[in-house]
């Protein structure tokens, strides 16, 4: 009985082997290892960052929100915003102003006695050219 040529090529097994034919290979345990010691890095550098983050935020006891900005004339800015603070310290913030391409166009500091917990304010800045928005940058305790 003759066979066809492509049943002679055909391969019983896998193409590129089985596990026992490598007997050379390494062992998975220290395979295991090295995945460990990866997610030991991966955890320690994601805790990193997230304290870098957390610490780049500065104090979160003070929170800030612009309500409105008014660009009005080209040579000032009116924003009014709020803030929360503790009731017995003081805070200071800093408003800005920017042009059409984010450009900062002023900016001024602004002194928030203790005294209140919640304060709403409107202030007034000098640009130096027409701005087109307004926000506040930070605010802290002091």
Known sequence: MATSEAERDRQDGPILGVPDDFPDRPERRGRFVVHIVIAILCAVCAAGWGYVMWASKGNTEVIDQV????????????????????????????????????????????????????????????????????????CYLV
């Open 67 to 138: 309500i409105a900005f008014d660009p009005g004339r080209g040579d000032s800015m009116q924003i009014t915003f709020e803030v929360v603070k503790p009731s017995d310290r003081a805070a200071v913030c800093r408003l800005r102003a920017m042009d059409v391409s984010h450009g900062e166009v002023g900016s001024r500091e602004v002194t928030i006695p203790a005294g209140e917990g919640y304060v709403r304010l409107t202030e007034r800045l000098e640009t130096s050219a027409p701005a087109t928005s307004g926000d506040v940058h930070y």
